[in-house]
Nanobody, 124 residues
Framework: QFQLVDSGGGSVQPGGSLRLSCAASGFTLDSAAIGWFRQVPGKEREGVSCIRNSGRVTNFADSVKGRFIISRDTAQNTAYLQMDSLKPEDTAIYSC?????????????????WGQGTQVTVSS
């Protein structure tokens, strides 16, 4: 059974850091693309970053460039999103998603299954 469990969210002050985790089961990370998305209530889900089956990274959101880094540990079968210099506008529910083709996409509909989401709140 394919499953993603994301975790690591929380409340931080502006300028703080968080690391989100996306633990995969039922498949290996080197066979799929893993994307991180975020959503604010009332707005569409936004693609943040993606790491494809080869390990190549694609960043989707200009607003996070230089602050967020996606990575993976194939031994742990877990992907990560390191978020530094967090801003209030980064507040959202963050979710990881897997695309079995192995290719990254910024489109929500291209992904096959999703984690449950983890809340990130940036506030002073």
């Amino acid at each position: 059974q394919f499953q993603l469990v994301d975790s690591g969210g929380g409340s931080v002050q502006p300028g703080g850091s968080l690391r989100l985790s996306c633990a995969a089961s039922g498949f290996t990370l080197d066979s799929a693309a893993i994307g991180w998305f975020r959503q604010v209530p009332g707005k569409e889900r936004e693609g943040v970053s993606c790491i494809r089956n080869s390990g190549r990274v694609t960043n989707f959101a200009d607003s996070v460039k230089g602050r967020f880094i996606i990575s993976r540990d194939t031994a742990q079968n877990t992907a990560y999103l390191q978020m530094d210099s967090l801003k209030p506008e980064d507040t959202a529910i963050y979710s990881c998603a897997a695309r079995r083709s192995g290719y990254c996409s910024a489109y929500v509909e291209d992904y096959d299954f999703w984690g449950q989401g983890t809340q990130v709140t940036v506030s002073s």
